[in-house]
T-cell receptor, first 115, second 112 residues
Framework: SAVISQKPSRDICQRGTSLTIQCQVDSQVTMMFWYRQQPGQSLTLIATANQGSEATYESGFVIDKFPISRPNLTFSTLTVSNMSPEDSSIYLC????????????FGPGTRLTVL | QKEVEQDPGPLSVPEGAIVSLNCTYSNSAFQYFMWYRQYSRKGPELLMYTYSSGNKEDGRFTAQVDKSSKYISLFIRDSQPSDSATYLCALKEGGGGNKLTFGTGTQLKVEL
């Protein structure tokens, strides 16, 4: 399975600021995903990031709020823009497992608190 | 109604017990069924992956899918304190998409 790291592991931010979360994979992958995990709620897909193309956002998520970069096959960033306390959550990146399965492997997550 | 329903628990069992964790779903297009384990302050770790109906066993873990009832289960035999975690079911539609739909997770505590 792929080894995925995320930076930062946690952060406390002020309302109105932005935070960029990095996701690094130890092997080349076509598809990377960004999820949000709010307290007491299920993991929710924010967007799918393919290298060389614009990210595809799920309903309820927009590029202006969550811009994503995917500069190569091992790296992606998610920015949470103009943050409010409602953005306090765990943000996770994942990669498609490949190999004929339809599963995903997840990074350790970034725990964000917005004051 | 949520697409995937999962009892959040917490579920507390003694060491050695058989644990049954369940999810129900409403979308008949789901074809792929997964269970993830998530320890506190960690990312989800894939435990089991099943395509369509039936059973799959891996060590102490058995995944069961009943598509006619839209019901999936994860059984843990001889539970250990190290099994204490949150268990998430994840479902995916057939047809080539990549979106996983998760349950809210069941918090399990195995006590000595």
């Amino acid at each position: 399975s792929a080894v995925i790291s995320q930076k930062p592991s946690r952060d406390i931010c002020q309302r109105g600021t932005s935070l960029t979360i990095q996701c690094q994979v130890d092997s080349q992958v076509t598809m990377m995903f960004w999820y949000r995990q709010q307290p007491g709620q299920s993991l929710t897909l924010i967007a799918t990031a393919n290298q060389g193309s614009e990210a595809t956002y799920e309903s309820g998520f927009v590029i202006d709020k969550f811009p994503i970069s995917r500069p190569n096959l091992t790296f992606s960033t998610l920015t949470v823009s103009n943050m409010s306390p409602e953005d306090s959550s765990i943000y996770l990146c994942s990669v498609a497992a490949g190999g004929g399965t339809d599963t995903q492997y997840f990074g350790p997550g970034t725990r964000l608190t917005v004051l | 109604q949520k697409e995937v329903e999962q009892d959040p628990g917490p579920l507390s069992v003694p060491e050695g017990a058989i644990v049954s964790l369940n999810c129900t779903y409403s979308n008949s297009a789901f074809q792929y069924f997964m269970w993830y384990r998530q320890y506190s302050r960690k990312g989800p770790e894939l435990l089991m992956y099943t395509y369509s109906s039936g059973n799959k066993e891996d060590g102490r873990f058995t995944a069961q899918v009943d598509k006619s009832s839209k019901y999936i289960s994860l059984f843990i035999r001889d539970s250990q304190p190290s099994d204490s975690a949150t268990y998430l079911c994840a479902l995916k539609e057939g047809g080539g998409g990549n979106k996983l739909t998760f349950g809210t997770g069941t918090q399990l505590k195995v006590e000595l």
